[in-house]
């Protein structure tokens, strides 16, 4: 069956701290990859979208891999900061236009 | 710019009534998605919306169903409500045809069914 899959348990790290999440996929060849950030009681906000061709990408403190062999991608955030606690998504795309979330990791950078 | 808005923020209803969420994307988006989150998941996608047209539909039963007016704004209605209704749904807007690029989301509606 089709699977995305995120690390269920929340991830605590100290301020400073490099914070690696990861997102698995089972039985999709998605075109690209994309992930937001959510904070309680509000919508998701898009953060980064990697492609298919694409290894790693960069924005600001953020870094995003793409691996289609292993079916991963790993979302870092360097030097994290309190204000970086939240719940973060993946999402890949499904043929037939459906854009499919995982469950979400939650974050906590504590000071 | 104003972003996707959403009405109403909160609702309250009971089983068996029907509801109605509205969306309105942000101006120039002619792209319109809905999805359902229920508590400790991600968005579960129900439709998407582009030029008045359904693009796709996630498997979701026929009590739900959508329509896009031709100012883009979209509804999303839902009769005969289960409790497991109860959830927060979120409409994202886009450029993209097909609504896979950047989403924009709006900060949902919360319904809860009694």
């Known amino acids: 069956s089709q699977k995305i899959e995120q690390n269920s348990e929340a991830l605590n790290i100290q301020e400073g701290k490099t914070a690696t999440l990861t997102c698995n996929y089972t039985?999709?060849?998605?075109?690209?990859l994309q992930w937001y950030r959510q904070d309680p009681g509000r919508g998701p906000v898009f953060l980064l979208l990697?492609?298919?061709?694409?290894k790693e990408k960069r924005k600001e403190r953020l870094k995003v891999t793409f691996d289609t062999t292993l079916k991963q991608s790993l979302f870092h955030i360097t030097a994290s900061q309190p204000a970086d606690s939240a719940t973060y998504l993946c999402?890949?795309?499904?043929?037939?236009?459906?854009?499919?979330f995982g469950q979400g990791t939650e974050l906590s950078v504590k000071p | 710019d104003a972003g996707v808005t959403q009405s109403p923020t909160h609702l309250i209803k009971t089983r068996g009534q029907h509801v109605t969420l509205r969306c309105s994307p942000i101006?120039?988006?002619?792209?319109v998605s809905w999805y359902q989150q229920v508590l400790g998941q991600g968005p579960q996608f129900i439709f998407q919306?582009?030029?008045?047209?359904?693009?796709g539909r996630g498997n979701f039963p026929d009590r739900f169903s959508a329509r896009q007016f031709p100012n883009y704004s979209s509804e999303l209605n839902v009769n005969a409500l289960l409790l497991g209704d109860s959830a927060l749904y979120l409409c994202?807007?886009?450029?993209?045809?097909?609504?896979?690029?950047?989403?924009?989301f709006g900060p949902g509606t919360r319904l809860l069914v009694l």
């Open positions: 919306y582009y030029e008045k047209e359904e693009r």
């Open positions: 990697i492609r298919e061709n694409e």
């Open positions: 994202a807007s886009s450029l993209d045809p097909q609504g896979l690029e950047t989403q924009y």
């Open positions: 101006s120039g988006h002619k792209s």
């Open positions: 039985n999709y060849s998605p075109a690209y």
């Open positions: 999402a890949i795309y499904n043929q037939g236009g459906k854009l499919i």
